[in-house]
């Protein structure tokens, strides 16, 4: 009777998970259901923030999403804006309003992550010191490595930046206490030449919430496989069958 069809365990999942998300929007837009109610309804969500000169697109992104959309998770991954302040304050109005389950951040971004009180957080090969790292490396125009949503192919880095960078840096490592410590894990590559803030995670989060692999600075798809996807899916206590 159904020869020729092929009814796949994971084409009812991905149904599933399109239909929960679209009813809780409907409920949402319709009748007011309140936020905490949707967010009992729709999947789990992950929020990634990609890092310097990069964007929303970037393939780790991607990896990751088509590894998780499977098991019922969402990946937000927005184009961060380039002015640090403003790069901030969208993060934050952004975790207020999608309230994920987990944001996932590296290098530059990883220093926004760790601002984003209240969630848990992975920070991979953190990069706490933009300004100072930026200095050292000169000013001028810059190209994005991935391909922005507004179609931007360059940006420059001028002393404005940096000095954003400064204050946006200013508000790093406050406030946590060992509820908060407990939320925040650090990925180090032992080989990441262009960063290393291994000192200022274990001066404020602590060894228990850091874990070394082999690798360098930017995510490869064994990394992110082998090393950053298992914790993700312990972060959202995934169980695979």
Same mark, same amino acid.
Do not use: I
């Given at each position: 009777m159904f020869d020729g069809i092929a009814l796949r365990r994971f084409d009812f999942r991905r149904a599933i998970c399109i239909c929960v998300v679209c009813f809780g929007k409907f409920l949402s837009r319709n009748f007011g259901v309140s936020k905490f109610l949707c967010k009992f309804a729709a999947v789990k969500k992950v929020l990634y923030i990609h890092g310097f000169a990069s964007a929303g697109s970037?393939? &780790? @992104?991607?990896q990751m999403r088509n590894h998780l959309y499977p098991k019922g998770v969402q990946? %937000? &991954? /927005? $184009? %961060?804006p %380039? $002015? /640090?302040i403003e790069a901030i304050t969208f993060l934050k109005e952004l975790v207020a309003n999608e309230q994920p389950d987990l944001i996932v951040a590296t290098s530059m971004g990883a220093l926004y992550g760790e601002q984003l009180r209240g969630v848990k957080r992975i920070l991979v090969n953190p990069s706490f010191h933009m300004a100072r790292l930026l200095t050292f490396r000169g000013l001028g125009k810059r190209e994005f490595r991935n391909k922005r949503q507004d179609g931007a192919t360059e940006f420059k %880095? $001028?002393? @404005?930046?940096i000095q954003a960078f400064q204050q946006v840096e200013k508000e790093s490592f406050k406030g946590i206490d060992a509820n908060e410590k407990a939320l925040v894990w650090g990925l180090f590559g032992t080989q990441d030449k262009l960063v290393n803030c291994q000192s200022d995670f274990l001066k404020h989060y602590g060894k228990e919430q850091?874990?070394?692999f082999e690798g360098e600075h930017f995510l490869n798809d064994k990394v992110l496989s082998k090393v950053v996807m298992p914790l993700v899916e312990a972060s959202l206590e995934i169980q695979n069958k």
């Open positions: 970037t393939g &780790s @992104a991607t990946v %937000v &991954s /927005p $184009d %961060v %380039v $002015d /640090p %880095v $001028d002393k @404005a930046m850091m874990r070394l």
